[in-house]
DNA sequence: GGGAATATTCCC
DNA sequence: GGGAATATTCCC
């Protein structure tokens, strides 16, 4: 059924998000995402009538009741691979947890049967981007200052950082701006105060 | 005759090269470039005698001589697209300059016939993690003063956005200063003009 | 050409 | 599960 859909999705329209400094909820949902509830509600179903994928009951997550037939079948038609493990990966990327021991179920409070529009609330998880290599960074906690005001609510410490910063650049070339005006208007000033010298020469030499 | 080999080329063993800081050579060159060396020993040649992509008359260099055919057969059997731009990229990526107008030839120093072994020396460009968007910096190099001490050694995170901000904020505290300066200016200026004008008000009144 | 986001791979 | 390198895409 979505044989050539493999290649849409293409996440035209991100433009407006993505220069914007802290996007708050992109305009379309990852690819990813996209692809991962499509496929769902392609179904998958094989010709015994087992299922290779599908919705849990509820429809608040997902079981791959075949993963050797998933990633041989299923995969490849959505994505650029056939492994299941970078199909992990990505379900780990974009924060979804495996909620059954017994089976290959997944669940995102975002990702329910009938809510395809509730995906772009599900974003990447962001490493930040450290200076350090984390092998260097000690495991201890003796950056605790940090990360001390734990509640994820407020703004940590870099997007405020980041945030001030990218204003005081904005107030700067506002700032730079004034200024060249500034000058452009003295010259003026000085090519006419020019003019009087030179047609008052004698008499006002001495006025300034 | 390439066919199955697409999934080669996995780069194990580049453990120990990976955790070492800079180093200094990798074990085995990226799958990209043996990709794209081994594309070329194959060849690629037409039923009509054509050639799709092959190495330059010298061997130090490489001509895609078609385009549309290398990005629809040729591309497909060693990456996971058939995007001659994505290919392009990663040329870029890795350094190689195109030599020609009038052709699709790429050159690289260390990518000759005949010598697969020297593809180890080619890496990467780097993009050095920068803390700080690209869209947040400002072109002009006044920022010359935060990367003074250039070893990359020390300051983390924090530290270069606590700088920069401390930067910002006297750089502002100068601009403000200066427009202070400049208005004073102006109003000597100006100042000046309405002694001029008070004194010779009557022959110079359309002078300005 | 290249920056940066997302995808895929590899390893811990 | 997740860090990090490489690959692919998208945009400037």
Redesign the pocket.
Known sequence: MAENMVELN??????FS?HAGQSPR?RCP???LLKTYDLLEEGGAEEDGSKIVSWNSEGTGFVVWSPAEFSELTLPRY???N?F??FI??L??YGF??TSSKRWEFQHEKFQRGCRHMLVDIT??K?EP?VF???LKSSSEENATMTSNSTEESKDYHELLMEENKNLKKERLELQTQIAECKSLQMKLLDCLSQFMDKHQNKVRKTC
């Open positions: 293409l996440d035209l329209g991100n433009f993505r992109p990852a690819p990813f994505f650029k691979h492994n493990s970078s990966r990505q780990n990327t947890k495996k990447r998880k490493r450290s290599p984390s092998y």
